[in-house]
Structure formats: structure tokens, C-alpha cells
């Protein structure tokens, strides 16, 4: 389980090799066992492939170049400075696997435009939940697409979490006949990786344990 998990990474570059409809709803099933507060579930995902994600991915470029939706606030402003420091830190290791200027706005802007078209992958997910819940039952969903990255590397395929999509919420509801109720979360892309693209191969550095967790109580 520990190989699992440590050897899952953000893909964002994919094989042209399908993936099969039983497969993915095999994770599925594997990932709706996540806990949830007081067994509620609240989690949706509704999964695009073949023409359906080309269309939609077409939509929300459209919608993108368009200018429409808002600009995406996933982080507040000023970003406290011990997250700024971690974000620039990915951002710089981000765009030096691509070859990027991290000044070349034009350059940046056609890598996130990507997101869109799910980076290339066979598969595309997006997930919803009920507005009216409270950020309580987030976690859940939050569990739930960890559990679906978990259960689709333990397969030997790749994901990309994607918040990039939730500012597209009134598109990708309007494509995949979202209740109204239904906001989106955030989406993911799946596939098999590419091992040989650049953008696969820069690990992001995790904080040690002893830096995020006190541990206390335990006998010396
Ligand atoms: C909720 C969430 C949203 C994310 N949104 C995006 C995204 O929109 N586009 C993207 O390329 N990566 C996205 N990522 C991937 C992160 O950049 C990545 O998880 C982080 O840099 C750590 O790298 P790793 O997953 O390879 O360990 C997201 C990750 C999470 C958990």
C-alpha cells in the first residue's frame, strides 16, 4: 500500500492508449468505499470519454479564450506567507520540467489552457456535490478522489487533480446535465502516463513529518 501510495504523482502528460469503461468503474466502486460523515456519501463524478470529452473540452476552451468565466480565486489574496513560499517553489520546478519562463505569460497560459482538454487523457472526471452542504462534507469528496487516485495507481494508471475546472462550473453543467443543486469540485484526468515527457519526471518535495505533525506522549 505504502508503494502505492508514494508512487502516485501528478501526470499531466498521457499515453494515446484507451482506458475501458469496466475498468473505470472498477475504481469507482473501489473509491466509493471512502469514509464519509455519518455515511452520507455526498460525493458525484461523472466520467467523459471519446467524443463527448472532446466536445466538452472544445466548450470550456471556447469559454476560456471567450473571456467569460471568472478568473479563477482557488487561494485567498495575500496568500499566507508560508503557502507563497511552497507555491512558488512549484510553480518554478512546474514550469522549468516544461521549459517555461516563468515570465512568458503567453507560455503559461497555453500549459493551463491544457487542463482543459484534460491533458491529452482518455478519460476525464469531474466531480460535484451538493451546494448546500458545508465545507464538512468536502472532505469527503476530497477522500473520495484521493481513494480513486489510490485505486487507479494500484492499476497501473495515472491521474491529474484538477481544480482548474471549477471556474467552468456553468459550462460543464449545462454539457453533463448537472442538477442545479450540483456545483462543480473539481475534476481529474486518467490514463497511462507518459514516463517519457518531461512533465511526468519532476518530483514535488513533501515537508517532513517532523515539521507538520507533533507527536507527543509516546514513551522515549
Ligand atoms: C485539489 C487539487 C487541485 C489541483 N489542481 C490542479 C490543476 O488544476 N492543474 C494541475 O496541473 N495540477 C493540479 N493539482 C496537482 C498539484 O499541483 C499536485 O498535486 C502537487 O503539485 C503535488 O504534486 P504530486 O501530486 O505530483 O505529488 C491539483 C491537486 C489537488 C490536490
Not at 2 to 21: D, I
Not at 22 to 35: F, G, H, K, N, W
Not at 37 to 57: F, H, M, T
Not at 128 to 157: C, E, T, Y
Request: glycine letters at 8%; charged letters at 20%; one cysteine or more.
Amino acid at each position: 500500500m505504502s508503494n502505492v501510495l508514494r508512487s502516485r504523482r501528478t501526470v499531466r502528460a498521457f499515453k494515446p492508449l484507451p482506458l475501458g469503461r469496466q475498468l473505470v468503474e472498477d475504481i469507482l466502486e473501489d473509491a466509493a468505499t471512502a469514509p464519509s460523515g455519518a455515511n452520507i456519501q455526498p460525493w458525484r463524478v461523472y466520467v467523459v470519454s471519446g467524443a463527448v470529452k472532446d466536445e466538452l473540452g472544445a466548450a470550456l476552451l471556447a469559454a476560456s479564450r471567450a473571456g467569460t468565466v471568472p478568473a479563477p480565486a482557488h487561494f485567498p489574496d495575500p496568500l499566507p506567507d508560508v503557502f507563497r513560499g511552497r507555491l512558488q517553489d512549484f510553480g518554478a520546478r512546474y514550469y522549468a520540467s516544461l521549459g517555461i519562463d516563468r515570465n512568458d505569460a503567453a507560455a503559461r497560459a497555453r500549459q493551463s489552457e491544457r487542463n482543459l482538454s484534460f491533458f491529452g487523457a482518455p478519460v476525464g472526471l469531474l466531480f460535484s456535490i451538493d451546494r448546500r452542504l458545508k465545507p464538512h462534507s468536502w472532505i469527503d469528496l476530497g477522500l473520495f478522489a484521493q481513494n480513486v487516485m489510490i485505486a487507479a495507481k494500484a492499476r497501473g494508471i495515472d491521474t491529474c487533480p484538477q481544480v482548474s475546472f471549477a471556474p467552468f462550473h456553468e459550462v460543464i453543467a449545462s454539457h453533463l446535465q448537472m442538477a442545479p443543486e450540483e456545483v462543480t469540485a473539481f475534476g481529474m484526468s486518467m490514463g497511462y502516463g507518459d514516463p517519457d515527457a518531461k512533465v511526468n519526471q519532476t518530483a514535488m518535495p513533501r515537508e517532513q513529518v517532523r515539521d507538520f505533525a507533533r507527536v507527543v506522549g509516546f514513551p522515549e
